[in-house]
T-cell receptor, first 116, second 115 residues
């Protein structure tokens, strides 16, 4: 069974600095997709970034980038130039490309606080 | 940008009562999901729905849960006889038919409180 582990329950960062959130996962599959979702206090689940496992190039979306290490099954999220609006829970999620399991599997989340 | 909408935002019910949580997925999406998040815990998959039937369900989704797409636009989750431990945020999500790389679009959630 696939699992997603986020080992940092809480983190904080000063505004304008860079922070990295860790995520590891366990799967026997070769083809899958990884996502980071953000959940601000408004409770919405907002997609931040996604990565296809078959792509070696790390995905980037403006200030957000990932460090995808397939062999190590690691998928960390880097937030550059942190802003107060980045304060939220961040969830790492996995979905397999094939097979019957078509649902996202989430980690427990990391609560990020951006301090002024 | 189209979005998934959920109603109500907060539902309070007494133990043993039936509740129906409502969702309107994005109109051209084909896959629909319900997830649950107990306070302070991770988001858990409940059920997925495609082509008017359940395609997958988790062990959480027992006989007291059911889903329905009654009219082609709404997607509902019914809990027949609520228990205290059903108190949680319930998220509806949908995605289009462009493979599993297509991200799930989530609604804002319904906070269910069972007293």
């Amino acid at each position: 069974a696939q699992t997603v582990t986020q080992s940092q329950p809480e983190m904080s960062v000063q505004e304008a600095e860079t922070v990295t959130l860790s995520c590891t996962y366990d799967t026997s599959e070769n083809n899958y997709y990884l996502f980071w979702y953000k959940q601000p206090p408004s409770r919405q689940m907002i997609l931040v970034i996604r990565q296809e496992a078959y792509k070696q190039q790390n995905a980037t979306e403006n200030r957000f980038s990932v460090n995808f290490q397939k062999a190590a099954k690691s998928f960390s999220l880097k937030i550059s130039d942190s802003q107060l609006g980045d304060t939220a829970m961040y969830f790492c999620a996995f979905i397999s490309q094939g097979g019957s399991q078509g649902n996202l599997i989430f980690g427990k989340g990391t609560k990020l606080s951006v301090k002024p | 940008e189209p979005e998934v909408t959920q109603t109500p935002s907060h539902q309070v019910t007494q133990m043993g009562q039936e509740v129906i949580l409502r969702c309107v997925p994005i109109s051209n999406h084909l896959y629909f999901y319900w997830y649950r998040q107990i306070l302070g815990q991770k988001v858990e998959f409940l059920v997925s729905f495609y082509n008017n039937e359940i395609s997958e369900k988790s062990e959480i989704f027992d006989d007291q849960f059911s889903v329905e797409r009654p009219d082609g636009s709404n997607f509902t989750l019914k809990i027949r006889s609520t228990k205290l431990e059903d108190s949680a945020m319930y998220f509806c999500a949908s995605r289009g038919d462009r493979g599993r790389n297509s991200p799930l679009h989530f609604g804002n959630g319904t906070r269910l409180t069972v007293t």
